[in-house]
């Protein structure tokens, strides 16, 4: 049972949870672009790829796969996903499975916008989203919350208190969305490619909504989010908040995802819950519900081999467990 990881960056914490679910039995893979990715010095094998977009990247992953038996594929970049998911089939011909949902899934996730209409539509809470300054300008009230429609991280994300600092980071993260990776999904609508929206003020939540991989729900883990480093959540604490595990289960059973849903909701003083935004793989949050007792990739692993998994014993997170990362240095070269 031989998994490979593709754009794994520096989430060494994930390639040594999925060491400890093999058991030294079997190898965890990576893969990245970037031939100094921190994560090559965790792996029992790595190996530098092409770009996503790159007209061989799939051919050179099944190449890969072929040549070190790879069972199973995991992809932890937003870019990669759909990549993956529209040559699932081909994979599959060739015995190998990847962990990621599908289009429809992704179509929602990726795009904020579409994000913010499916909310909508299924009845969940949602800051009012704009396309245009102004459509923003005649509903919206100050301050306001400017992102990439195709985002992920920290990039691009602003404040504006006014109308003049409105139409100046409009144009800042037009110039920053064309000079980064966004401008790959965001060509797909250049004209509407950042978001104007609703400042919602409160506490923060980010869940962790677990499906099996055949997209029926399992359990949502729930992190109270104390600190945020670079988009991504640096401390945190789980929780019992069943009005958010409820939303969970909901949003489980209405997108019907492969595995794990990171999910950011915020509750407002008057107890009002919102949900922002969907990421239909592993999230930064990840380590605070593994720190809590949850081993979504032990999990995984027993699901690929077609063992029954116990929800009690691998998919329950502790209480009031608080977590912080640390920041490591590691010698590339």
Known sequence: MNILFTSVGRRTYLVEYFKEALN??????????????????VADKYVVSPL????????????????NKINAIISLFDIDLPILSKNKKLFADNGIKVIVSDKRVLDVCNDKYATYIFLKEHGFNAPKTYLNIEDAKNNLDYPVILKPRWGMGSIGIYKADNFEELEVFYKKISREIFSTYLKYESLIDVDHAILIQEMIVGQEYGLDIINDLDGNYQNTIVKKKVAMRSGET????????????LIGEKLSKSLKHVANLDCDAFVTVDNAVYVLELNARFGGGYPFSHLAGVNLPKAIVKWLKNESVDVSELLIAKPNVYGQKDINIVRIK
């Not at 640096?234 to 595990?245: G, H, N, Q, R, Y």
């Open 52 to 67: 996503i977009y790159d007209d061989n990247y799939i051919s050179f992953l099944l190449e890969y796969c072929d040549k």
């Open 234 to 245: 640096d401390c945190a604490e789980t929780v019992d908040f069943s009005e958010l595990k």
């Open 24 to 41: 030294g039995c079997d190898e965890v893979h990576v893969a990245n672009s970037d031939e100094n990715s921190p994560a090559f010095l």
